[in-house]
């Protein structure tokens, strides 16, 4: 069993974390997690409006309060809707300018233009006007790998050509406002004059804009995204990363989070037609019963290290179970330690894809109320849980219930690895009651 370790510790060392650290500090990678992390305030509260707008009470309920609540929702729901509209129905603008603004502070361009050119690009392919009206379908979930594509390209252009040179340069006494207006000029025509021109050709050839035509291929690996072997994998990875001591959480949602933002618009869009919610793996699944506490679903580790016999680990409790309250756990990842500790391996990586598989089959037999909204990541995990499916009870019991789970799983293993230490302790006081008989003597 020490040599499967080490062998797979070796394996992680000199494969996986070379890896894993490139493509975390992949600009591209860092742009695009930029990008959403930018417009994330937008999406929650968008969310959250989503969420006051069809309250959890049943259509039929004769409760003053909620009655009152649905009555007002019904009469007003248009106007209530329009800061959802303008926030989730366009999260498409905030990812582009954010994924822009960001490439363009990795070259040291000015990040406000080059978040413009981002935007402006995704308009020209995104934005196609018929009968003297612009059609929005791709400013919400369906446009963000749109988005993600056209961000990178005018990035990418933009520094291409800053290189090269190939700007209008006006004479130092312009002011640097108006300089900076003349400089992006010839990428904006340079977008124009290949965008536009593309979109139209593939409109051409196949019937469909870029976004739609990009939704077609990619309609495979979406729904692949929202299986169980997909949250699994996911997982996996961002496990290993962690016990690797690299944030893994950041790889694999940068990776998720397109996928994720596509589902839940499909979600909320059948939440406001009063059909079936079509998606189960968003963020929200992720965040309140995988991350329960942070990565390795720790919290409840963090209460049984309260009560723990060894002085070490009962003080790290004392430190981090707050912060886990937050799902801020890394006092405990490294305090205890978990990272790259042999006796914690096997529930570090098993707790989450457990409580995964139970949680994905409570939802798939439609026991546990889906996510039709986006939280903070910081937002304790039962209260999280039920705000994130629309203030439904049933995920609050599922997030509970993963806890006793994860508790279970993690108690024999914190048992043997407390009887090392307290064996350590026990060692390193018995000269101190040498010396002690000693000098009584």
């Known amino acids: 069993m020490s040599s499967l370790y080490q062998a797979m510790v070796r394996i992680i060392e000199q494969r996986v974390t070379p890896l894993a650290g490139s493509v975390g500090q992949q600009r591209h990678v860092i742009a695009i997690r930029d990008g959403f992390v930018s417009a994330l305030p937008f999406m929650i509260i968008g969310s959250f409006m989503l969420v006051f707008i069809f309250p959890p009470f049943a259509a039929d309920s004769s409760w003053g309060i909620a009655r009152g609540w649905l009555n007002f929702s019904l009469k007003y729901r248009e106007q209530l809707m329009l800061p959802f509209h303008l926030s989730m129905g366009v999260m498409t603008f905030f990812i582009s300018v954010g994924i822009g603004a960001s490439l363009?502070?990795?070259?040291?361009?000015?990040?406000?233009?080059?978040?413009?050119?981002?935007?402006?690009?995704?308009?020209?392919?995104?934005?196609?006007?018929?009968?003297?009206?612009?059609?929005?379908?791709y400013f919400s979930g369906q446009g963000i790998f749109t988005a993600i594509i056209t961000a990178l390209y005018a990035g990418?252009?933009?520094?291409?050509?800053?290189?090269?040179?190939?700007?209008?340069?006006?004479?130092?006494?312009?002011?640097?406002?108006?300089?900076?207006s003349f400089e992006i000029l010839i990428p904006v025509v340079v977008i124009v004059a290949t965008l536009h021109p593309l979109n139209l050709l593939v409109q051409s050839y196949t019937g469909m804009i870029i976004p739609q035509a990009i939704m077609h291929l990619l309609e495979p690996l979406v729904s692949a995204s929202d299986s169980l072997p997909a949250i699994l994998i996911s997982v996996f990875i961002c496990q290993i990363l962690w016990f690797a001591g690299i944030h893994g959480a950041l790889i694999v949602t940068g990776i998720m989070n397109p996928f994720w933002m596509t589902n839940l618009a499909l979600n909320q869009t059948a939440l406001a037609a009063g059909a079936p919610l079509p998606h189960i793996y968003l963020q929200g699944f992720w965040d309140h019963y995988l991350l329960i506490g942070g990565v390795g679903?720790?919290?409840?580790?963090?209460?049984?290290?309260?009560?723990?016999?060894?002085?070490?680990?009962?003080?790290?409790?004392?430190?981090?179970?707050?912060p886990s309250m937050f799902n801020i756990n890394e006092p405990i990842l490294f305090g205890a330690p978990i990272i790259m500790n042999p006796v914690f391996f096997l529930p570090f990586i098993l707790v989450p894809m457990i409580n995964a598989t139970f949680a994905y089959i409570a939802t798939k037999l439609g026991w546990i109320a889906q996510v039709v909204s986006l939280t903070p990541w910081t937002t304790p995990a039962p209260i999280g849980a039920s705000w994130a499916a629309n203030w439904a009870l049933s995920p609050l019991f599922m997030c509970l219930f993963c806890m006793l789970l994860s508790a279970l799983m993690y108690y024999p293993f914190l048992k043997a690895y407390e009887r090392t230490l307290l064996k350590q302790e026990q060692e390193n006081n018995q000269p101190q009651s040498d010396v002690a008989a000693a000098a009584n003597s």
């Open 156 to 180: 990418e252009l933009y520094a291409w050509l800053k290189r090269r040179n190939v700007t209008i340069r006006l004479p130092k006494e312009v002011p640097t406002g108006v300089a900076r």
């Open 104 to 137: 363009g502070r990795h070259y040291k361009l000015d990040p406000i233009m080059t978040g413009l050119l981002a935007f402006m690009a995704f308009l020209l392919v995104a934005a196609p006007y018929r009968d003297g009206v612009i059609d929005t379908q």
């Open 297 to 322: 679903s720790t919290l409840p580790l963090a209460f049984l290290l309260l009560r723990s016999r060894a002085v070490h680990l009962r003080a790290i409790g004392k430190m981090g179970v707050v």
